[in-house]
Each structure stands twice: as C-alpha cells, then as structure tokens.
C-alpha cells in the first residue's frame, strides 16, 4: 500500500460489518441478574472474543467472576516496539425494565430510518463495535505503527465494576500512555468524571409503644435528624465550592431509607437506615466528605445522646479530570475535527465509568469519547444513529495512529 497511513486505515473501516455486528450484539442480552442462571455477560462477551481471534488478534479471556468473563485483545505495530494505547469498553447493559414501556423487544436491534434500537445500543455496544472495528481497519491497514494497542472489554461496569478493576490488578493497563473510554458522548471530548460516593447509614434505638415514645428511641427520628443536616451539608459544600464548568455541582442524594413494619405503625422503630448515593466534583475529596458526614451524626448525638449511628461505605470512585491540553485530549479532538469537519466541545461525563479506575487505580489518562446520545442510556426505547457509529470508528482510527505518530 501507498499513502498516507491514516487515510488507508479509514478506507479499510467496514461500516456495513461493523453494523451488521452492533445488531448482533445488541440482540444478544447482556444483563447481569444475580442467582439467575446464563443472566450475565457470558454470550456477548465470547462473540466478541470469537470476532477478535477471526481477525488472528492476540485474545485473552479471564472470568472476572463465574459465569462473567473479561476479554483483552492486542494488536502489535508493525513497526517494532513503543508505547501502548488502550482502547476500553464494556460488554453488560442494565435490565430494560418494563418492558411495556418498549415499542418493540427491548433486544430486537431493529434499525429504523438509520436508528438501530434496543438496550445496550448507546451505551454502550455501538461504541464498542466502533472500537473493535476501528481495531481491525488499522490492522488491515498493516498496523504502520511502533507499540501495541490493546482493547480492554470488561463486564460489570454497571455493576461494582469488577471487570476493570481485575483487568488493571492483572496489570493489563499498566505504562499505557493513555486510554480511549468510548463510552456515549454525543460529540463531546470528556476530560472529567463526576465520583460516585455510596454510603450506608444506620440508625439504631429502643422500639416502644407508640403512644409511649420517652420509654424507646426512634432510630427512625435520628436518621431524619442525620439525614437533615447532610442536606444542609450539600448546600454549604456547593456555596463554597463553585459547580465545576463541565460537571455541575455536588449532589448529596438520598435514594433508599427503610425503617420500621408498615404492618406496625403503632411501635417506634429501634433500627433505620439509609443509602446515599453522592456524586463529586474533583474539588472535594471524598475523604472529607466522609468524614463531614461522620461529623454530621456526632451534632445530632449531642443534643440526643440516646443515638446511635454508623456509617459504610459501599463504593468510592473519586472524580478524575485531565489537562485538556494532554496530548491524548488533543489527539481526540483534532480526529474529531478531520472527520467532522469542526472541533468538538469539551465535555464532562456526568456518572463514572470505567476509565475512573484506570485513573484511580492503574494511573492511566482518560478520555471518554464515544458515540451516541449521553442522556439516552437506560431509558426505554435506547437507540443509537449509526452514521454516528460509522463515524465513531473513523475518529478512532485517526486518534490511535495520530497518538502512534504513525504520520
């Protein structure tokens, strides 16, 4: 071949596989359901994997947890050794729910007026078939690079993000220069991700009669106590902290709180507890915000020793952020603009995704870029354009061999 690498590798990108593949994927249900036998990421997992070995990529398969398997796949450059880029993107989907709600099978993967439908298209198999495709141009393309690209498709991110977690202890990230989450995007370059903080509370008492209430304490007065003024702890963090300008603000949010037997409303409850669900801005350590909590609970047992409260934590994944002037940032955008024609905004992704423990625990920069809607994953009626997949790909396969030099 002659030319331009990157122009070769882009006319090597079969955009009519690479949808026939998404619908396939997308029909293959990927929902983890605990105790339900074959409800897990097995089936789309290993259609992956199948793919990957028929392009004669070097594939590995290792179970995060039974029946839950991670896939890794590598390809060398062709022109010796250098750094490695990893590209990521998880195989699970969350349950479609009702599926009334649904105009169609929430697993139908049917394409109308160039919309493919069906749980899992956004987010986040379209961007996964855009990866593994943008893979297989390049390597068709002869590899002209020196290093290695390895794609990391894990399980479980919607979960407690097991999947990633194994991949970055079994040292699969480990001196990557940088990595591509491609996760939905809807044409933003995110260089942040909110944390996500997930606390238990508990609140413990005396039951008693409840016309009787001073021979008991109510755990459930004390968690509303505790429960007011972590609320009024949001609000005074969000005065001294200014929303972050791609993030928002800080949100303490309350999600569960279960106490006492509806069947018993005439006895006060000795146990209550609560489960928040925060969501940080890189300004705001999580520590602190723990211990502010913790802070929170002390005020209310001194003004009613009788409480009793103690606080977990379920899971902690701190906010991340990356200099917009990184080289893996300005890679993305200026692919972004040679496909499209304009530079991309800068964005922040308002969850977490695996890319925060490629950070947090593997040290790896982050981008998160990918096609589709970002507010549409979960809902009923997922879809994703797939001209946005096709191109997707093509921006993917000019920022891996741009960070390459392979120009």
């Known amino acids: ?64 947890a039974p029946g839950r398997p991670n896939v890794i796949a590598e390809l060398s450059g062709s022109r010796g050794a250098g750094p490695l880029l990893l590209m990521e993107g998880h195989t699970d989907v969350v349950t479609p729910g009702d599926h009334s709600a649904w105009s169609d099978d929430p697993f139908s993967g049917t394409i109308i007026a160039g ?47 097991l999947g990633i977690k194994q991949i970055v202890a079994g040292g699969y990230a480990q001196g990557a220069l940088g990595c591509i989450v491609c996760e939905p995007e809807g044409g933003e370059v995110c260089v ?29 007065s004390g968690l509303v106590r505790w429960l007011n003024l972590i609320l009024d702890l949001e609000r005074e963090l969000n005065a001294a902290y200014p929303a972050h300008p791609l993030l928002g603000p800080l949100y303490i949010s309350p999600t569960v709180a279960v106490a006492g037997d509806s069947a018993q409303i005439n006895v ?39 409480f009793r409260f103690d606080l977990s934590v379920i899971d902690d994944r701190p906010a991340t952020e990356i200099d917009p002037e990184h080289r893996l940032v300005r890679a993305v955008r200026h692919a972004h603009q040679r496909i499209y024609g304009a530079v991309p905004p800068l964005g922040g992704v308002p969850g977490s995704t695996d890319g925060t423990i490629l950070v947090r625990d593997g040290g790896v920069p982050v981008v998160v870029y990918g096609p589709g809607d970002k507010w549409l994953p979960h809902q009923p009626d997922e879809c994703i354009v797939l001209a946005d997949v096709v191109r997707a790909a093509q921006v993917y396969i000019v920022a891996v061999l741009d960070l390459f030099g392979a120009e």
Not at 274 to 290: C, E, F, K, T, V
Request: hydrophobic share 50%.
């Open 115 to 161: 919309r493919l439908y069906g749980r899992g298209a956004v987010d986040m198999k379209g961007g996964l078939a855009a990866m593994l495709f943008a893979g297989r141009a390049i390597q068709l393309a002869g590899a002209p690079f020196a290093g290695t690209l390895r794609l990391l498709i894990p399980v479980d991110e919607e979960g407690m993000m």
């Open 192 to 220: 942040a991700q909110k944390g996500s903080l997930r606390l238990h509370l508990r609140s413990y008492g005396r039951i008693a009669h409840g016309a009787m209430p001073a021979r008991g304490v109510n755990a459930l």
């Open 1 to 64: 071949m002659s030319g331009e690498p990157i122009t070769i590798a882009r006319e090597q990108l079969d955009s009519e596989a690479m949808i026939v593949f998404l619908q396939q994927l997308v029909r293959t249900p990927s929902v983890y359901l605990p105790g339900v036998p074959g409800a897990n990421e097995s089936a789309a997992a290993l259609l992956v994997a199948d793919l990957l070995r028929s392009w004669g990529w070097n594939v590995l398969v290792e179970e995060a």
């Open 268 to 306: 006060l409850p000795g146990f209550a507890e609560a489960y928040l669900d925060i969501r940080s801005i890189p300004a705001i350590s999580h520590h602190m915000l723990i211990e502010r909590i913790k802070h929170c609970a002390a005020h209310v047992c001194a003004g009613c020793p009788e």
